[in-house]
Nanobody, 116 residues
């Protein structure tokens, strides 16, 4: 059974940093696409970043490019999201997703709040 568990969320002041982690189980992460999304109440879920676990190639939404970094960790079905220079508009619940054989699996989400 595929499971994703996010951690690392919390409260941070504007300009601060947080590192989110997503630990996957029930699948081999050597050939998958793992992504981070975020959602604010009343709005649609928004794509943040993705990484091809086999190559390490990453892509980012324009709103986070240059501030966020997605990376693969050990074990290979684990990814992190390093978030720097955080802004109040980054406040959201952050979700991890893995695409396997055409099906999306989601984690339960972790809250990130950027506020002074």
């Amino acid at each position: 059974q595929v499971q994703l568990v996010e951690s690392g969320g919390g409260l941070v002041q504007p300009g601060g940093s947080l590192r989110l982690s997503c630990a996957g189980s029930g699948f081999t992460g050597s050939s998958s696409v793992m992504s981070w999304y975020r959602q604010v109440p009343g709005k649609e879920r928004e794509w943040v970043a993705s990484i091809l676990t086999m190559t390490g190639r990453a892509n980012y939404a324009d709103s986070v490019k240059g501030r966020f970094t997605i990376s693969r960790d050990n074990p290979e079905n684990t990814v992190s999201l390093q978030m720097n220079n955080l802004k109040p508009e980054d406040t959201a619940v952050y979700y991890c997703k893995v695409l396997l054989s055409g099906y999306n699996y989601w984690g339960q989400g972790t809250q990130v709040t950027v506020s002074s």
